[in-house]
């Protein structure tokens, strides 16, 4: 059974940037078939898809609202991924999850089937 | 982007109804819809991918249906378990996108 698991600081200040990792296990990131995402769900709102990549980092897409802080790198190695998000506001205090997107080549769509449990990241001062 | 609208934005319903949730898209999406369920404090939980197929695992009385702008998830005998709140997700064009999602309580 797969499972996902974020970690990384739980509390970040104004200006800096979040870093976070998720751990997979039970898998391995190295596959053509999936692409690996985040999300993240604001204090009582919504979800927001933040963006997804290929383990070969080849196929990557980014949420034009966050695309210019946002950077996500796979490493095969250790299979795991991670999210960095630069120049935070208090805006950028949500919930964030890491997922498995799968591209499924007979339907053409994609979906999240596996989330890690979710990480809460609060932006203050 | 693609905006999901979801109706209605909370219903009170009783274990055994059967209840229905709209999604409904900026612009057509063909098939490309997918629908979560939410507990509190949990991570979505993949329900429907590609507007009607059931996910692996999750219960029968779960369907949905519809393309193009307007998507509809059903569940059918409601139990305890499924009070909750739903969201559905297209990925026809990225960014993709999530609707506010509809909140199902208990009456």
């Known amino acids: 059974q797969l499972q996902l698991q974020e970690s990384g600081p739980g509390l970040v200040k104004p200006s800096e940037t979040l870093s976070l990792i998720c751990t997979v296990s039970g898998g391995s990131v190295s596959s053509n078939n999936y692409l690996w995402a985040w999300i993240r769900q604001p204090p009582g709102k919504g979800l927001e898809w933040i963006g997804s990549m290929s383990y070969s980092g080849s196929t990557y897409y980014y949420n034009p609202s966050l695309k210019s802080r946002v950077t996500i790198s796979v490493d095969t190695s250790r299979d795991r991924f991670s999210l960095k998000v630069s120049s935070v506001t208090a805006e950028d205090t949500a919930v964030y999850y890491c997922?498995?997107?799968?591209?499924?080549?007979?339907?053409?769509?994609?979906?999240?089937?596996?989330w890690g449990p979710g990480t809460l990241v609060t932006v203050s001062s | 982007d693609i905006q999901l609208t979801q109706s209605p934005s909370s219903l009170s319903a009783s274990v055994g109804d059967r209840v229905t949730i709209s999604c409904r898209a900026s612009?057509?999406?063909?098939?490309?819809l997918n629908w979560y369920q939410q507990k509190p404090g949990k991570a979505p939980k993949l329900l429907i991918y590609?507007?009607?197929n059931l996910q692996s695992g999750v219960p029968s009385r779960f369907s949905g249906s519809g393309s193009g702008t307007d998507f509809t998830l059903t569940i059918n005998s409601l139990q305890p378990e499924d009070f909750a709140t739903y969201y559905c997700?297209?990925?026809?064009?990225?960014?993709?996108?999530f609707g506010q999602g509809t909140r199902l309580e208990i009456k």
């Open positions: 997922a498995r997107l799968v591209v499924t080549v007979s339907l053409s769509s994609y979906y999240f089937d596996y």
């Open positions: 612009q057509s999406i063909s098939s490309y």
């Open positions: 590609a507007a009607a």
């Open positions: 997700q297209q990925s026809d064009t990225s960014p993709l996108t």
